[in-house]
């Protein structure tokens, strides 16, 4: 059985933006890690990105999961279907900031696409080529306002942006300097002080995303 796109087996969350620096490898990585924080799983990452900065993090991080997996040469649909057969429950996927017959194929393959958007004017006017993609593919997606800065006219002209495309996670992820220093040494925020402000952001996100992810795999 073919294992993701709403099928049985592995739940698939890809991670998509046409627009770079939005932060997708740090949702990324935060979310597989809180996901098993919160007894999902076992959970994997797939990184398409050819900078690999996915890479990279795990490359330092101490912790072996969630676990990272190459690309099978049957490509992704192959790669899930064998994440599937080795029980993996979850698998997140972080992608390249640009518009690609492979990106369209990976949000093919998706249960649920998140799409990270900074509140920035240029960051929102370049939400619409994704969310082309994404309603090509007939895929249900969340919004998350990423990098926010609090009490902002910015975030709040965001919010209302987003909203009209689709649904908007009801946590926004601040622009914390948590983020950045757990990715460096390879762990999350969430990781490194389960209080502070980030880890609960990202609790409280993971919390809403697998409400939409246990919806629409029904």
Not at 7 to 19: C, D, E, F, L, Y
Not at 85 to 103: K, M, Q, R
Request: hydrophobic share 45%; proline share 6%.
């Amino acid at each position: 059985m073919h294992a993701g796109g709403g099928g049985g087996g592995v739940r698939t969350i890809v991670v998509a933006s046409q627009k770079g620096g939005v932060g997708k490898t740090t949702l990324t990585g935060h979310l597989a890690v809180e996901a098993e924080r919160q007894g999902v799983g076992p959970v994997a990452m797939i990184d398409t990105d050819p900078q690999a900065n996915l890479s990279g993090w795990f490359g330092v991080r101490e912790a072996e999961t969630p676990v990272l997996v190459r690309l099978l040469p049957g490509g992704l649909r192959a790669t899930l279907d064998a994440l599937a057969e080795a029980g993996i429950a979850l698998c997140l996927i972080d992608t390249p900031p640009a518009i690609t017959d492979s990106i369209s194929a990976t949000v093919g393959e998706a249960d649920l696409v998140l799409i990270p958007a900074k509140p920035s004017p240029h960051d929102l006017r370049a939400v619409g080529a994704t969310v082309d993609i994404v309603e090509k593919a007939k895929k249900p997606m969340i919004f998350v306002v990423n990098q926010a800065v609090s009490r902002s006219k910015l975030k709040v002209d965001a919010v209302r942006a987003l909203s009209q495309h689709g649904p908007l996670a009801p946590v926004d992820v601040h622009n914390r300097v948590d983020f950045a220093a757990s990715m460096t040494d390879g762990r999350t925020a969430c990781e490194v002080d389960a209080k502070s402000p980030a880890a609960e952001e990202i609790t409280q996100l993971w919390t809403y995303i697998a409400t939409r992810l246990q919806r629409v795999a029904q």
